[in-house]
């Protein structure tokens, strides 16, 4: 129905452009929000996973008394509103103390929700240490057989790489590798650690790596979980015609990663060809020559190139 | 001699290389997966719980994520690298991991009923220079927007033409056709989105033109006559008027002799209808309902088990009982949304 009304200035066409669908699409952002009741626990931690997350996230201020698994309605007006379509929602009540939903929309409706709750949780204050800046793009590791094995760990090594992996760049500045986000799975819970990388000298060309712990930590257990269909995840993973790559015809490689080109071409015609000239050999008058040459169709070969 | 010398040297160099590598190099038993676009590094080897005990948890975390990150920097140091202003960068490959987009894919604009049109004439779209030369002015202008050239608004000055009535107002005439053209341009802009959503166009009675056919006077003339409580039954005639022609649909009746077949299959698919005593089905509507019905119910059950593992049953058994009610009513998926229960 949006469309039905014309923007009347160039600003809010601008405005509605930037949030209309695109073929190579924006950072995904996130909005992390409060729900109506938050330990201390909860709150640090969504200030902390903000600060992670920073210039693509806000942070909502006030409570918002919903529950994401029960109605997710107010969740996908308030992604609307802001264009993120990441959430991480904080929540403690007696039934699932301290918890939080990390989810995802498509198109403004929820793809995926997974509940986590906190067990044991260190903040990125209580760590001593030099922090990243901000904006660091994370390197993230996952470690563990669940998350190779098991459908809802799968599910949410996607969610946790669309959450924090930060802009698509096309280059890194190796010196600037300096976040690291390592997550474990390991009897049914998953340990979160956020360490700061110290390249060392090696020797050769690549460093030796130390880590060192930076917060926030935490020691996650799984609860609820709210996965799209396989319809649905799949329809979300469609990606536009025009963003895959033109398929070259006629170039073709081996084993040996060698390319092969083939090339159309006429049969040459060996009558004008340029050879010495003799008496014996000149034409003679009357004489049919390149007639049976010509309406042959063309030759093909493939040649290396 | 010279022979033994030489295989000392290849032999001390190549501890030398090993001693190098060693402070870079780990081992797994099953290799990482990459997907260098994202940073991204997964490593499935089993974890053993048992060296987590032994070991201090943090301190074991720390060494894991320490060998899987060298492991990930390596890779990253294979990268073809450039230097940009004093930095070195790698230049990174693209993504691998699917990770599911924000909005569908942006549709094409389905063509307008002119541009059909155009298409089907083969009628070309002509660049137009942006400057005209303005003959008052004496000046190159723009030819639309803000002063631009041989404006018409802009006149001081109207010539009533001869046929126009003396006392007319020129001026509000022109600004009154340009407020229709621009209604009759926002009209057509409707009904071009209306066709492309495939809703129903309304048949409009009267479009605004600045000069109206004998045919749209005459329309006009029918509609008002008719539009009375009485549906211009007791309207008075002009002398000389012809009488209107009925604009209404007429019914028609089938044959009383002829093919009765489509007659049956006509009778048979009413009663198809009656007897179903479903109410119509949207279809999209439907498949959406069903769909999220089946997403939460795969995610209760699931859960259910999961919680049945640790031995928490006491909450989750009334959630999964409400959960089989409304698996069935959502089956019919009428217009009416129901609201998902109470957990």
């Known amino acids: ?305 | 001699m010279a022979a033994c010398s030489v295989e000392e040297l290849l032999l001390k160099a190549e501890q030398e290389e090993a001693e190098k590598l060693r402070s870079i190099s780990v081992h797994k038993e099953l290799d990482l997966d990459f997907d260098i676009g994202n940073l991204l590094a997964c490593d499935k080897n089993r974890i053993e719980s048992r060296d987590l005990r032994q070991q201090l948890k943090e301190n074991y975390l720390r060494s894991l994520a320490r060998d899987n990150t060298q492991l990930l920097i390596n890779e990253i140091w294979k990268l073809p690298t450039e230097r940009v202003e004093e930095a070195i960068v790698a230049k990174l490959p693209d993504t691998t991991t699917p990770l599911p987009r924000e909005k569908p894919p942006p549709k094409p604009r389905p063509p307008t009923k002119w541009e059909k049109f155009a298409k089907l004439k083969g009628i070309q779209k002509k660049k137009k220079t942006n400057l005209v030369w303005d003959e008052t002015k004496k000046e190159w202008r723009r030819r639309w927007g803000y002063k631009r050239a041989n404006d018409d608004t802009k006149d001081w000055l109207i010539e009533v033409p001869e046929t126009a009535d003396s006392n007319e107002d020129q001026f509000a005439k022109r600004i009154k056709a340009k407020k229709e053209r621009v209604a009759k341009n926002e009209l057509n802009r409707l009904r071009n989105i209306a066709r492309s959503q495939k809703i129903k166009v309304p048949s409009i009675g009267l479009v605004p033109t600045a000069q109206q056919s004998k045919d749209d006077l005459a329309t006009a003339v029918s509609v008002a006559k008719t539009s009375t409580a009485s549906v211009g039954r007791f309207q008075d005639r002009l002398p000389k008027e012809k009488p209107t022609k009925s604009r209404g649909k007429k019914r028609k009746f089938e044959p009383l002799i002829g093919d009765f077949s489509t007659e049956r299959h006509k009778q048979l698919e009413l009663l198809k209808i009656m007897d179903t005593k479903k109410p119509k089905l949207d279809i999209t509507k439907a498949v959406n309902k069903q769909m999220r019905e089946e997403d939460r119910e795969e995610a209760a059950a699931k859960h259910k088990r999961g919680a049945g593992k640790k031995g928490r049953k006491g909450n989750m058994s009334g959630k999964a009982k409400g959960k089989g009610g409304k698996g069935k009513g959502g089956k019919a998926g009428g217009g009416k949304r129901s609201k998902p229960g109470k957990r």
């Open chain 1, 1 to 305: 129905m949006n469309e039905l009304r014309k923007p009347k200035t160039k600003r809010s066409k601008r405005f509605l452009e930037s949030r209309a669908p695109k073929l190579t699409e924006d950072v995904k952002c996130a909005m992390i929000m409060k729900g109506g009741n938050t330990s201390q626990t909860i709150t640090q931690a969504l200030k902390d996973i903000y600060s992670l997350k920073k210039p693509n996230a806000v942070l909502y201020k006030k409570k918002n008394i919903t529950r994401p698994f029960e109605d997710s309605t107010s969740l996908e007006f308030f992604s609307k509103k802001t264009d993120c379509s990441l959430f991480l929602f904080g929540s403690h009540n007696k039934k699932r103390p301290n918890n939080l939903i990390f989810g995802r929309l498509f198109d403004f409706h929820v793809l995926d929700m997974i509940e986590l709750g906190i067990e044991k949780y260190v903040s990125l204050s209580e760590i001593k240490a030099s922090k990243c800046p901000e904006g660091t793009k994370p390197m993230l590791i996952f470690a563990g057989e669940a998350f190779d094995i098991d459908n809802d760990h799968k599910r949410l090594k996607s969610l946790l790489t669309d959450f924090f992996r930060g802009p698509t760049v096309s280059a890194v500045r190796l010196a600037g590798l300096e976040h690291v986000l390592h997550f474990t799975a390991l009897d049914g819970k998953i340990f979160m650690r956020s360490y700061r990388c110290l390249l060392k000298k090696s020797g050769c060309r690549t460093p030796r790596i130390e880590l060192e712990e930076i917060g926030p930590s935490f020691d996650f257990i799984l609860r609820r979980t709210h996965l799209a269909s396989d319809d649905l995840y799949k329809l979300a993973h469609k990606q536009p015609k025009a963003l895959k790559a033109k398929k070259k015809k006629n170039i073709s490689h081996d084993a040996f990663g060698t390319k092969f080109g083939r090339v159309h071409m006429q049969k040459q015609d060996l009558s004008k060809l340029h050879t010495r000239k003799m008496k014996g050999l000149r034409k003679r008058k009357g004489e049919v020559v390149a007639e049976e040459l010509k309406g042959q169709p063309p030759k093909v070969a493939n040649v290396e190139c």
